[in-house]
């Protein structure tokens, strides 16, 4: 009877697990999914992006033309569950140099970047507090989570308020 009782308890398990028994992606399948997902956000700037991915890192190399898909890029892989890491080795032909402006770029960026979570807060409150905003060139990225789906579209009507933004990249998530 003990016998039979056990083999009932484990008939039941294994059934009741079964569905929850999902591989995780191969490595290609995630360099593919990250790959289009840069393509989606970038367009044709990203189409020379290399995308490696092993163990929860992905490292993301090749030449761009644009400061902001060389930076904003490390922000669309992090949207990614699989990735926990990025190694960012693009270069952008459009990235100056210290004593070309560079400091000067990264200062106007910084204060977009406040004007966007100011604009965040506005809008969706303490909600803003679970979304990273990045800031480059007037190309703003948003990742983390919302509560709802409405908040998701608050959040990135404000956005694309502001006069500085040239383009939003949505990597939010809803709860």
């Known amino acids: 009877m003990k ?3 056990v083999a009932l308890i484990a008939t039941i398990l294994t ?5 929850n028994t999902a591989a995780a992606p191969s490595p290609v399948e995630v360099e593919t999914k990250l790959s289009a997902k840069l393509v989606d956000a970038f367009g044709d700037d990203a189409l020379t992006i290399r995308v ?3 163990d929860g890192n992905a490292i993301l190399t090749g030449k761009v033309v644009e400061r902001s898909t060389q930076e904003l890029a490390e922000q669309v892989a992090l949207y990614f569950y699989e990735v926990s890491k990025v190694d960012n080795q693009l270069r952008a032909e459009k990235d100056r140099k210290l004593m070309d402006g560079q400091l000067q770029d990264e200062g106007l960026d910084a ?3 406040s004007e966007a979570k100011a ?14 905003v990045e800031a480059v060139d007037g190309v703003v990225a948003v990742r983390g989570t919302v509560p709802d789906e409405a908040r998701r579209k608050l959040a990135i009507d404000a956005l694309a308020k502001l006069a500085r933004i040239s383009k939003v990249i949505d990597l939010l998530r809803v709860k």
């Open 3 to 5: 016998t039979l009782l």
């Open 15 to 19: 059934v009741a697990f079964a569905g």
């Open 52 to 54: 490696t991915y092993f």
């Open 111 to 113: 204060m977009l970047e």
């Open 119 to 132: 604009a965040l807060a506005g809008e969706i409150g303490s909600h803003a507090k679970d979304v990273n």
